[in-house]
């Protein structure tokens, strides 16, 4: 056997048990596709028909290490439409793959061993090769998830690999050929098997980043409402302040503060207390536009950031706390009971009111807690003023008995 021929199968036998290290490793991973274990299983038996070429070759019985080569391409080839049918989420009949692989192996062993004929084990083995593997370049040409190159340069080699192995039976007669076709051969299932592993690397690589990205969106995000919580705002106020332009543009900061919430809470329940979060945390996001956010920062208060105010655009403020206070007292059926809440507000503005986020809330938290006191003035100033009406009325009405 030529040093060269040697040299290309004890690299390909590296590269088969390599990808199967590398399968076997990320099948069970989350976030990982069905269909590795069975492309695992591809390169363990192309490594097994590498090995068999060159064992069978220096034990000098190369006619059965070549039968073996072919017994093994025709698991190959089974092994690696039945993953990829997986991978790609297409529904095929897998039961009679390995139906029509197990006969064609049948055939194969008959017509290699017991009765050696060179024309039937060659057809069987071309005719199941070929079409597994053109098949399986066709559910990767037909599915929506052959976008990226990698996925592209695999449908290529399948398609060639199909081919090639058509015409195994044509080529393998002529000696000036039969090497030249099996190095073909070796190059195209390898180059498969090469770009399969890339795949799931890529594919394993976009799933963390995803999972990764979904975390750090969580940890951002009030469970309940689905507002941003307080860590969503840190980063929110801090890529609005970096790209704020400081000479044309403000941002301003609302904190609202949620009236009568607590009593609803303690008579109606939490679950009650919930749904009406919900619901104002609904309000004020139909509110704000597209660059705008909305915040929960615990309890019944909420903070909303107002991203690229002009300088003559700030009516846009004092309309949006006007629209905010109507929405917020709108009344709230939840279990045919009516609940009603009001919203005190506070205001700051970046820069004018201060440079952190934390001075920001600092200032709006001072001034809507001034709006809270005065409503609590002006609610016990009628209070008085009604107990003060009634007192008066009261003689009248005991003179009148």
């Known amino acids: ?22 399968f076997v490793l990320t099948k069970d991973m989350p976030k990982v596709r069905k269909g590795i274990s069975w492309w695992a ?4 038996t192309g490594a097994a028909g590498y090995f068999a070429l060159l064992f069978c070759g220096n034990m000098g019985i190369p006619a059965q290490g070549e039968a073996l080569y072919n017994l093994s391409l025709i698991s190959w080839a089974a092994f690696l439409l039945i993953g990829s049918s997986q991978w790609l989420r297409k529904d095929i009949n897998i039961r009679l793959v390995l139906v029509i692989s197990t006969l064609s192996t049948v055939w194969v062993m008959y017509f290699s061993f017991i009765q050696p004929v060179f024309l039937p084990a060659a057809i069987a083995t071309a005719v199941t090769c070929g079409v597994l593997t053109l098949y399986t370049g066709w559910l990767f040409l037909s ?6 190159s990698e996925t ?3 449908i290529i080699v399948l398609f060639i690999s199909g081919l090639h192995a058509l015409d195994y039976p044509i080529l393998r007669p002529h000696e000036s050929l039969a090497m030249a076709g099996i190095i073909v051969c070796i190059i195209a299932s390898l180059t498969i098997n090469i770009i399969l592993a890339s795949i799931v690397i890529i594919q394993f690589k976009k799933s963390m980043k995803n999972s990764e990205r979904h975390a750090i969106n969580m940890a951002m995000q009030d469970p309940l409402t689905g507002l941003k919580n307080r860590l969503g705002l840190i980063k929110e106020f801090n890529k609005r302040v970096n790209s704020t332009n400081l ?20 008579t109606y329940g939490h679950e009650d207390g919930d749904q009406v979060l919900c619901t104002i945390a609904e309000r004020i996001q139909s509110l704000i536009r ?11 208060e909420f903070v909303i950031l107002l991203a690229d105010i002009k300088p003559n655009d700030w009516e846009h403020i004092p309309k949006f706390i006007s629209r905010l206070i109507k929405e917020t007292g709108e009344p709230i059926t939840i279990k045919q009971c009516t609940h ?16 952190h986020l934390q001075d920001l809330l600092n200032c709006a938290d001072s001034s809507m807690y001034l709006d809270k006191k005065m409503k609590k003035s002006t609610k016990q100033q009628n209070i008085s003023l009604t107990s003060a009406t009634n007192s008066l009325t009261c003689p009248t009405e005991t003179l009148s008995i």
């Open 41 to 44: 299983l591809a390169s363990v």
């Open 247 to 266: 000479g044309q543009q403000r941002v301003a900061l609302i904190f609202a503060d949620l009236d009568n919430f607590k009593t609803i809470n303690d």
């Open 290 to 300: 597209h660059n705008d956010v909305a915040v929960r920062i615990g309890g019944d």
């Open 143 to 148: 599915s929506e998830k052959t976008k990226g």
């Open 1 to 22: 056997m030529p040093l060269l021929f040697q040299s290309i199968l004890l690299v390909g036998i590296t590269c088969y048990l390599l990808s199967t290290l590398l």
């Open 340 to 355: 009603q809440v009001g919203a005190s507000i506070g205001l700051a503005v970046y820069p004018k009111d201060g440079e």
């Open 152 to 154: 592209k340069a695999l």
